[in-house]
């Protein structure tokens, strides 16, 4: 009996810590994040802050420490939540995704998806010997009105590394990563001759960097191209390019940070984008897996 209870016992730590990403997770984080009574966007401070709540459990229950950051907007109080892994190592990876929506919708591609990335990477990185300490954070106001304004949850937490001097090697934006599609024709590209390069099925997963786009993206990209989980595309283009800064990494290169974003490329793709119809449903989960583990891969292979 006690040999039984043993080989339960590490068999139920195997499970929880395991580092793969679960199915069955994701969907059960899809539904807390989607299925709310209002939608998350900046006007529902309730439902943001139950959002963020739940982040921060989940959070709590892998990392070394997790917190909320706090700022105050128009005289309301927005907040990321944050958590760190290998707090032991001096060089920081930022790994990012904003959990409010635009508008009235449920917003499961954009951007539960990113969210449901960091939560994922949170229950994989557990007990995880790492090269580098890594920082989760879910962002608040990434959408309209505040979209490229400096109340955005990801500039107050760019801003914050600056301020504190933080060693950062580099960030990774999770940009809606759960959208695919096998049908010609069901990819666009800010530049039609794109599609010559990169197709127009929508059956892939984008890491979009901008030219120069420093040591910890190239390194970053270089591998995770070299993963056979999932077909994967860099698309680096100048960074004026329409949809190339269409997410939390543009403030990291605000203060000159090496930072990336990994996308299904949004509304050059998935043309519920920002409607009602982006809904759960719609979602790819098996390909979903398959970028987190790919994502996960990667950061505890970069040096």
Request: glycine share 4%.
């Amino acid at each position: 009996m006690k040999n039984l209870l043993s080989i339960l016992l590490i068999c139920t730590f195997q499970f929880t810590y395991s580092q793969t990403s679960d199915s069955l997770k994701i969907k059960e984080h899809l539904i807390k994040i989607t299925k709310t009574e209002k939608a998350r966007n900046y006007k529902n401070i309730t439902t943001l802050n139950q959002v963020a709540s739940y982040i921060h459990n989940e959070f709590s229950t892998y990392a070394d420490s997790t917190y909320f950051q706090k700022f105050n907007v128009n005289g309301k109080t927005y907040k990321n939540v944050i958590c760190t892994f290998g707090s032991y190592n001096s060089q920081t990876i930022v790994i990012g995704a904003h959990y409010d929506v635009c508008g009235d919708q449920e917003g499961a591609d954009d951007n539960a998806s990113g969210v449901v990335g960091l939560l994922e990477l949170a229950r994989m990185l557990t007990r995880k010997t790492l090269k580098h300490k890594i920082e989760l954070v879910a962002y608040t106001l990434e959408e309209p009105p505040f979209f490229r304004t400096n109340k955005m949850g990801s500039y107050i937490h760019a801003k914050s590394l600056k301020h504190n001097n933080s060693n950062v090697y580099g960030m990774i934006s999770l940009e809606m990563i759960g959208y695919f599609d096998d049908t010609i024709d069901s990819q666009d590209y800010p530049i039609d001759d794109l599609s010559k390069f990169y197709g127009n099925k929508g059956n892939y997963i984008s890491l979009v960097n901008k030219l120069k786009k420093g040591d910890f993206a190239q390194k970053f990209t270089s591998i995770f191209l070299k993963k056979k989980h999932i077909e994967a595309k860099e698309i680096s283009i100048p960074k004026h390019i329409t949809g190339v800064d269409f997410s939390d990494h543009l403030n990291y290169w605000s203060f000159d940070y090496s930072a990336l974003m990994i996308t299904d490329t949004a509304f050059y793709r998935n043309k519920n984008y920002h409607s009602a119809k982006d809904k759960m449903n719609t979602l790819n989960i098996s390909k979903m897996t398959q970028v987190i583990n790919t994502v996960y891969e990667t950061l505890t292979e970069l040096e």
